[in-house]
């Protein structure tokens, strides 16, 4: 990883090239006015128009209304950006069938100016292949990638992609901080991935800093290059988790910082979001906050109008329905070279029949794949009960995190596509050696945020779990018993040593279960290599008819 520059240095060495050659590409820092910025000067304003997508998660049957749209507002403001906040990776067959070259062939269609990572970007690092189909991504983007608090350099797929700060950035390659021309004068830009990533994705040996603290070092860098525009495009989440990240934070902690281009919380702000208080609550000048919610199905415009000093004055923005919209000819016609492959594997039965249609509910409010039970989580979690079983029959549960469970299942056959989409991230089957008080810990951190969304809320086979999410997190569990053969149920010895099953993904530590961790790393865990995916293909398949029920196995007893 190349080191970064000291301020100073990298601010003498800059402007030493300026000096030398006066026909700098982009981002260019000593370049004469032209008349645009000479009227710009007079108007003592100026205007930054951005479009902006995130979390599209390879749901890319939606791209030739997004081309519309993009086209149609490139007609009304041509120096409009087009900015990714990450999240490209994982979550359809087109991903699990392409590994992101088919989301990128369209994204460079449409000329996309930039791109920071999301934490599903890293989905493949625990592969045999690693990072390889992400390095494939960033070589083959026609657009570079900027990533301020990422580090690369143990990374042998990724380390010589990335180029620290430079004045001259290419089409595939990633940089800490970046300033381009745009409309006549010079924006700076840098990226921010969640630090969660390590423990909801599978990094390796990437490794993520302080997101405050690297924001911090590349603003004061921007300005010290007499940049006084400055957006930053992050993957954090807007208001997520405040222990790790989250844009509203960076607003306030981060000065110079004016727009923040957001992702990861699938967040759908219909209209801008403008912070003006610090940390402290004293006033501060405006930082402009947007997202675009999900999958494609929005296209995020700002428009922000800007002082000769830099200060946001003025700020518009909306989301662009692209339901509404037409499919643009050329993206259509491009999009079936993918989609024709995709429905042969969508359509290839798998042997099992839904009863009914098997939802997978979102949002804060109510029932959640993340903080209750379903009856497609209860459906998974006894597929892999019962595959693991078949390897050590002494297993008396299984765990399955609810943000691994992406889609519904329709009712009807069940086919090839919907398990794929259902269980997109190709996690494996694995077992682990845990003490009943460890399972205990486990439990309480799965419910420690309901009735908040959590992704590492736990579905369960073979046990009973109640709680009391009135009480404070770490002390929620009430009771919990594990089924015996008989039907009948058994309390949970704390001290009594059991086998579980879950994914590896999970197992290693996956959304902060810190105490499956420490038994992965004392070789606890046996990873049985067994796809998820391929499991609940199995499973329905031995059903034949699939009608899962709620069965209380997760309760709240606070709930009437």
Same mark, same amino acid.
């Given at each position: 990883?190349?080191?970064?520059?000291?301020?100073?240095?990298?601010?003498?060495? &800059?402007? /030493?090239?300026?000096?030398?050659? &006066?026909?700098?590409?982009?981002?260019?820092?000593?370049?004469?006015?032209?008349?645009?910025?000479?009227?710009?000067?007079?108007?003592?304003?100026?205007? #930054?128009?951005?479009?902006?997508?995130?979390?599209?998660?390879?749901?890319?049957?939606?791209?030739?209304?997004?081309?519309?749209?993009?086209?149609?507002?490139?007609?009304?403001?041509?120096?409009?950006?087009?900015?990714?906040?990450?999240?490209?990776?994982?979550? $359809?067959?087109?991903?699990?069938?392409?590994?992101?070259?088919?989301?990128?062939?369209?994204?460079?269609?449409?000329?996309?100016?930039?791109?920071?990572?999301?934490?599903?970007?890293?989905?493949?690092?625990?592969?045999?292949?690693?990072?390889?189909?992400?390095?494939?991504?960033?070589?083959?983007?026609?657009?570079?990638?900027?990533?301020?608090?990422? +580090?690369?350099?143990?990374?042998?797929?990724?380390?010589?992609?990335?180029?620290?700060?430079? #004045?001259?950035?290419?089409?595939?390659?990633?940089?800490?901080?970046?300033?381009?021309?745009?409309?006549?004068?010079?924006?700076?830009?840098?990226?921010?991935?969640?630090?969660?990533?390590?423990?909801? &994705?599978?990094?390796?040996?990437?490794?993520?800093?302080?997101?405050?603290?690297?924001?911090?070092?590349?603003?004061?860098?921007?300005? #010290?290059?007499?940049?006084?525009?400055?957006?930053?495009?992050?993957?954090?989440?807007?208001?997520?988790?405040?222990?790790?990240?989250?844009?509203?934070?960076? /607003?306030?902690?981060?000065?110079?910082?004016?727009?923040?281009?957001?992702?990861?919380?699938?967040?759908?702000?219909?209209?801008?979001?403008?912070? $003006?208080?610090?940390?402290?609550?004293?006033?501060?000048?405006?930082?402009?906050?947007?997202?675009?919610?999900?999958?494609?199905?929005?296209?995020? $415009?700002?428009?922000?109008?800007?002082?000769?000093?830099?200060?946001?004055?003025?700020?518009?923005?909306?989301?662009?329905?692209?339901?509404?919209?037409?499919?643009?000819?050329?993206?259509?016609?491009?999009?079936?070279?993918?989609?024709?492959?995709?429905?042969?594997?969508?359509?290839?039965?798998?042997?099992?029949?839904?009863?009914?249609?098997?939802? +997978?509910?979102?949002?804060?409010?109510?029932? &959640?794949?993340?903080?209750?039970?379903?009856?497609?989580?209860?459906?998974?979690?006894?597929?892999?009960?019962?595959? /693991?079983?078949?390897?050590?029959?002494?297993?008396?549960?299984?765990?399955?995190?609810?943000?691994?469970?992406?889609?519904?299942?329709?009712?009807?056959?069940?086919?090839?596509?919907?398990?794929?989409?259902?269980?997109?991230?190709?996690?494996?089957?694995?077992?682990?050696?845990?003490?009943?008080?460890?399972?205990?810990?486990?439990?309480?951190?799965?419910?420690?945020?309901?009735?908040?969304?959590?992704?590492?809320?736990?579905?369960?086979?073979?046990?009973?779990?109640?709680?009391?999410?009135?009480?404070?997190?770490?002390?929620?569990?009430?009771?919990?018993?594990?089924?015996?053969?008989?039907?009948?149920?058994?309390?949970?010895?704390?001290?009594?040593?059991?086998?579980?099953?879950?994914?590896?993904?999970?197992?290693?530590?996956?959304?902060?279960?810190?105490?499956?961790? +420490?038994?992965?790393?004392?070789?606890?865990?046996?990873?049985?290599?067994?796809?998820?995916?391929?499991?609940?293909?199995?499973?329905?398949?031995?059903?034949?008819?699939?009608?899962?029920?709620?069965?209380?196995?997760?309760?709240?007893?606070?709930?009437?």
């Amino acid at each position: 990883m190349p080191v970064k520059q000291s301020f100073k240095s990298l601010l003498a060495s &800059s402007l /030493a090239i300026g000096l030398i050659s &006066s026909q700098l590409t982009m981002p260019a820092f000593a370049q004469s006015k032209d008349k645009h910025e000479t009227k710009q000067q007079k108007d003592k304003t100026y205007k #930054l128009s951005i479009m902006h997508t995130n979390d599209t998660h390879a749901h890319i049957d939606n791209v030739a209304k997004l081309a519309t749209a993009v086209k149609e507002v490139r007609a009304a403001k041509p120096d409009s950006l087009l900015l990714s906040a990450g999240d490209v990776f994982s979550g $359809t067959l087109y991903f699990n069938e392409f590994k992101g070259q088919a989301d990128l062939e369209f994204m460079n269609l449409l000329k996309y100016d930039m791109m920071t990572f999301g934490n599903h970007e890293f989905d493949l690092g625990a592969s045999p292949e690693g990072h390889q189909a992400l390095a494939d991504f960033v070589k083959n983007a026609k657009f570079p990638f900027v990533s301020s608090n990422v +580090n690369f350099s143990k990374d042998d797929k990724l380390k010589n992609l990335y180029k620290g700060y430079s #004045l001259k950035y290419k089409n595939g390659n990633i940089y800490s901080a970046m300033i381009k021309k745009v409309n006549g004068e010079n924006v700076g830009f840098i990226g921010l991935t969640t630090e969660e990533t390590k423990d909801i &994705s599978s990094p390796e040996n990437v490794k993520f800093e302080n997101y405050i603290r690297e924001a911090t070092k590349d603003v004061k860098l921007l300005e #010290l290059l007499g940049v006084n525009k400055i957006v930053a495009v992050t993957h954090l989440g807007y208001d997520d988790n405040p222990e790790y990240d989250n844009d509203l934070n960076l /607003a306030k902690y981060v000065d110079g910082i004016d727009v923040i281009v957001g992702g990861h919380s699938h967040t759908q702000l219909n209209a801008p979001v403008v912070v $003006t208080t610090d940390e402290k609550g004293k006033k501060k000048d405006p930082t402009v906050i947007v997202q675009a919610y999900q999958y494609e199905e929005y296209l995020g $415009t700002l428009d922000v109008e800007f002082n000769k000093k830099g200060v946001v004055t003025g700020q518009a923005g909306q989301l662009i329905k692209l339901a509404d919209k037409a499919d643009d000819p050329e993206a259509a016609q491009l999009l079936k070279k993918y989609s024709s492959k995709i429905a042969e594997l969508k359509n290839k039965p798998t042997g099992g029949v839904a009863a009914k249609a098997l939802a +997978n509910p979102r949002g804060d409010t109510g029932v &959640s794949v993340r903080s209750s039970e379903t009856e497609l989580g209860n459906l998974i979690t006894d597929g892999m009960l019962d595959k /693991a079983k078949d390897f050590n029959p002494n297993i008396v549960a299984s765990f399955q995190n609810g943000g691994g469970i992406r889609a519904p299942i329709d009712q009807g056959d069940i086919t090839y596509g919907d398990v794929l989409t259902t269980l997109p991230f190709g996690n494996t089957l694995a077992t682990m050696k845990l003490t009943g008080s460890e399972i205990k810990t486990a439990l309480e951190h799965s419910v420690s945020q309901e009735p908040k969304e959590n992704g590492g809320f736990l579905h369960m086979s073979g046990m009973k779990l109640t709680y009391d999410s009135t009480k404070p997190a770490g002390n929620r569990v009430v009771t919990m018993e594990l089924k015996n053969a008989d039907g009948t149920f058994t309390p949970l010895d704390l001290n009594k040593e059991y086998v579980i099953a879950t994914n590896a993904f999970t197992a290693k530590g996956g959304d902060g279960f810190t105490v499956f961790q +420490n038994a992965y790393n004392q070789g606890r865990v046996t990873d049985l290599g067994l796809s998820d995916w391929e499991n609940l293909r199995d499973y329905v398949a031995e059903l034949g008819t699939v009608n899962p029920q709620i069965e209380k196995r997760i309760v709240d007893v606070a709930r009437p």
